[in-house]
């Protein structure tokens, strides 16, 4: 907040006015910057946690080997040189480097947007929850996205209880496909994921603006790393 020294005696009231109106809109703003940071921090705790970043110093000092005659001189400085190789283009192979930079963390997705991580090859599960062993035992009043019709979780419920209170197994087989089958893509399931920097690059690309809030929060998660220039290039630089 700016601060000015004024001479009340000098000044007039509709100065006054004014300023009263610029300080209590300087306050506002204030407000409305805390209170976005607030949300965003909130969306990505609900997304990623237990985070763990590997091999990002010995991987600045790897990258400087192709242009090393000495590599026992090697530093893990970065430099402009090695920063502007993480930042290239990708698909040119300059950002090769990064691929050392291994990122572990939970990640908790929808079943929709689970379907579209799917397609990144170094994005690896370590181990996840499981719909095919447990879906009758959650507690489906928290394991839906906020979008998810109500209607659709309560059906869920009928389900779930219709399941547990059968007696005949082979009916129960049935009833258990049933489930399996009329869960919707709110459904939320957390998974143990590894990747790295370079795969954390072409995500952030091609998920910034994506449609889905869990994709946004994921983008933003990913600003928050170590040095996350890296990945997402000096227009977005922390």
């Given at each position: 907040?700016?601060?000015?020294?004024?001479?009340?005696?000098?000044?007039?009231?509709?100065?006054?006015?004014?300023?009263?109106?610029?300080?209590?809109?300087?306050?506002?703003?204030?407000?409305?910057?805390?209170?976005?940071?607030?949300?965003?921090?909130?969306?990505?705790?609900?997304?990623?946690?237990?985070?763990?970043?590997?091999?990002?110093?010995?991987?600045?000092?790897?990258?400087?080997?192709?242009?090393?005659?000495?590599?026992?001189?090697?530093?893990?400085?970065l430099t402009k040189g090695i920063k502007a190789l993480a930042q290239s283009e990708g698909g040119a192979g300059h950002d090769q480097w990064l691929t050392g930079v291994v990122v572990q963390f939970d990640l908790t997705f929808s079943v929709k947007a689970w379907t579209e991580a799917e397609r990144y090859h170094f994005l690896d599960f370590i181990s996840s929850q499981s719909t095919m062993h447990r879906i009758a035992k959650f507690n489906l009043d928290k394991a839906y996205m906020e979008y998810t019709d109500p209607r659709i979780v309560e059906i869920m419920k009928e389900k779930v209880k219709e399941y547990n209170e059968e007696t005949d197994e082979e009916k129960k087989k049935i009833l258990y496909l049933n489930l399996l089958y009329?869960?919707?893509?709110?459904?939320?399931?957390?998974?143990?994921?590894?990747?790295?920097?370079?795969?954390?690059?072409?995500?952030?690309?091609?998920?910034?603006t994506h449609r889905l809030p869990e994709w946004q929060a994921f983008c933003d998660w990913i600003e928050t790393l170590p040095h996350s220039e890296l990945i997402i290039g000096e227009k977005f630089e922390n």
């Open positions: 907040m700016d601060f000015v020294q004024i001479n009340l005696k000098e000044t007039k009231k509709t100065d006054v006015f004014v300023l009263i109106f610029y300080l209590e809109w300087k306050v506002d703003m204030l407000g409305l910057v805390v209170a976005a940071y607030i949300l965003r921090r909130k969306n990505i705790l609900e997304v990623t946690s237990n985070v763990q970043v590997y091999g990002l110093e010995e991987s600045i000092r790897g990258a400087k080997l192709p242009m090393s005659t000495a590599p026992d001189t090697l530093t893990t400085t009329s869960n919707p893509c709110g459904f939320k399931l957390t998974a143990r994921m590894t990747t790295n920097y370079r795969q954390l690059k072409t995500i952030y690309r091609q998920r910034r």
